[in-house]
Structures are given as structure tokens and as C-alpha cells.
């Protein structure tokens, strides 16, 4: 069973960095893309980054270039999330996600198998 464990979550102001983590058991994230996604009150759950396995890349959502960046210890079985110069539109409950053998476009929420329990950033003046 693959559990996706997120922390790093909290209250922060405008313009501050927070790094979220996820670490993964239950079976070895070397093979697995893995993502973050988000969901905001009342919206949808949407795309935030995703790292490719062995070495294959990464995307970000328009929103997270220049200001976020996702990065993978397969060793530790953990991915991050560094996210700087945070807006209160960034104000969400963050999703960690896993993949394994698929070829779909990495911001596809539904090709992600494995999910985290999330965890809540507050972006506030």
C-alpha cells in the first residue's frame, strides 16, 4: 500500500517561502512521477508542479514559474516544494500525488494513483 505523507504546511505572510515535503512508503517513488496539485475554497483542484522519474523533468503550472520549484529525493523517498514569494491566492490545502507507468501529460490530475491527506497554506497579510 503506498502512502504519500505531507508536511511543511502554515501561515505565512505575503511575500514569505515555505517548503513543503512529501514522503512516500510502501514502495519505491524511483519509478514514479510525482506532483503537487492544490484546491482553494469553492475551486477545483488544480495542477501546481510535477517531477518526471529518472530524470525526465519538470512542469509548473504558469502560476508556480519563477516562484515555485519541485525537486526529488528518491533516496529519502521524499519530493518538495519550495514555494517563495507567496501570494494569498496561493491560500490552499496542498496534495502530494504519485504515479507509476504512466504516459499521460503530468498535470493530469486523474492519471495520479496515489494521494497525500494534504496539507493547509495560509498566505496572509
Known amino acids: 500500500q503506498v502512502q504519500l505523507v505531507e508536511s511543511g504546511g502554515g501561515l505565512v505572510q505575503i511575500g514569505g517561502s515555505l517548503r513543503l515535503s512529501c514522503v512516500v512508503s510502501?514502495?519505491?517513488?524511483?519509478?514514479?512521477?510525482m506532483g503537487w496539485f492544490r484546491q482553494a475554497p469553492g475551486k477545483e483542484r488544480e495542477f501546481v508542479a510535477a517531477?518526471?522519474?529518472?530524470?525526465?523533468?519538470?512542469l509548473e503550472a504558469d502560476f508556480a514559474q519563477d516562484r515555485f520549484i519541485i525537486s526529488r529525493d528518491d533516496a529519502k523517498q521524499t519530493i518538495y516544494l519550495q514555494m517563495n514569494s507567496l501570494k494569498p491566492e496561493d491560500t490552499a490545502v496542498y496534495y502530494c500525488?504519485?504515479?507509476?507507468?504512466?504516459?499521460?501529460?503530468?498535470?493530469?490530475?486523474?492519471?495520479?494513483?496515489?494521494w497525500g491527506q494534504g496539507t493547509q497554506i495560509t498566505v496572509s497579510s
Open positions: 517531477i518526471a522519474w529518472g530524470g525526465g523533468g519538470t
Open positions: 510502501g514502495r519505491t517513488m524511483r519509478y514514479a512521477d
Open positions: 500525488a504519485a504515479r507509476f507507468g504512466r504516459l499521460n501529460p503530468l498535470d493530469q490530475d486523474a492519471s495520479y494513483g496515489f
